[in-house]
């Protein structure tokens, strides 16, 4: 996420020499991060069973594929470095190539390493590590033709001084660090969504599961939206435009309040359809339609807040994301705890609506503070 604010900034700025550098310290930032995770596997496996306990045979079946996937961490996290590289110059279309590749040869690959070699689950994990390895490869050879086009690569920019130049990697050290911690709130957040709908009956969170997959379907067409806002404007905020940076944020908040409303339009009025389609179980489907209508107001009331996401990412304003997301999710558990049980299960939509509501207002409050002057 970093990536992508840095680098459209520097594009804004026309700073060539900060375009490429922030490519040739995030990569090998990310495979670095992916190796140490590697390595440290031994202690992070048995720490995660620590906390998510399971049946033997669980987590027997679990650590064979963690430690059959993570061959392709480090891969994984340079490659989404990439990505954000490619988002932050507006270069979608680079990032989406990738994608295509990587989630096609994991398609290919599962198939053939489980169903033709017989390889369980190993040879799924092992099809998506080297679907990543080819797809970071993909996006080395997709990125060395973007700065040929630039002018070609500047040989002094991959020296050492300059790719561990100490303040560069500590502004990226630590807004990486907060966007870590402000991820791992929005992940809590979710969590305990999740935990609220268990709590409520098998029956209710299977329905529940259902609305997921609906709400993640039309986040990641939100989410378009905030990477297009992400691009432009960092790219005016690097160039100091405060007339170009306020004109990326109303269009990129119309245009993702618009598809919020037809997501929330869809999800209503096609849900049952998708919900008959996701499950044959009679119960399963009254129960998930009888709630359906909460569901389809999460993509009108959350557009505001994948879009304030976009809109820091692009500036790296990552310590007020950092704690905007602290804040949203403690708002978020209060509203929870205090509506009265009598509600019901409503009771937890009306504080999953609140959660996102706040995570957009937690961000406003920092807005007029970081406009550019």
Sequence with gaps: ???????????GAKDEAAVQSHLYRAVPLGIILGLTIFLLQFLLIPAGYYFYQ?????????????????????????????????IGLGRAGNALVMQIIFNGLNIVLSFLFVAEFGWGL??????????????LFTGLVLAVR???????????????????????????????????????????????????????????????????????????????FANTAEARVGAAFGARSRPEFDRAVRLT??????????????????GPWAIDLLTTETDIRDMA???????????????????????????????EMRNAGLAALAIYLAIHFTLPESLGPTRIWYAFWAYYLARAATLYFYYPKVRPA
């Excluded at 996420?1 to 594009?11: F, R």
């Excluded at 569901?295 to 879009?307: D, I, K, N, S, W």
């Design 1 to 11: 996420m970093t990536t992508a604010g840095l680098s459209a900034q520097a594009e």
């Design 54 to 86: 399971g049946t033997p045979e669980t987590e027997s079946a679990g650590a064979i594929y963690i430690q059959a996937r993570l061959w392709g961490l480090p891969a994984y996290l340079g490659l989404i470095a990439i990505m954000g590289w490619f």
């Design 122 to 135: 190993t040879g799924v994990g092992i099809a998506t590590a080297v679907a990543e390895w080819i797809g």
């Design 146 to 224: 973007i700065i040929k086009k630039r002018g070609g690569i500047r040989k002094q920019l991959l020296r050492r001084g300059n790719i561990l130049n100490v303040a560069a990697l500590t502004t990226l050290g630590e807004a990486n660090t907060n966007i870590f911690i402000r991820t791992a709130a929005l992940t809590l957040g979710f969590t305990f969504f999740s935990s609220a709908a268990a709590a409520q009956g098998d029956l209710f969170l299977s329905g529940f599961h259902i609305h997921l997959q609906l709400i993640t379907l039309s986040a990641f067409i939100l989410d378009g």
């Design 253 to 270: 908040t119309e245009f993702a309040y618009l598809f919020g409303l037809i997501c929330s339009l869809a999800i209503y009025f096609l």
């Design 289 to 319: 339609k009888k709630y359906l209508p909460f569901c389809a107001m999460v993509p009108l009331l959350g557009a505001g807040a994948y879009q304030m996401d976009g809109i820091f990412i692009g500036i790296t304003k990552t310590k």
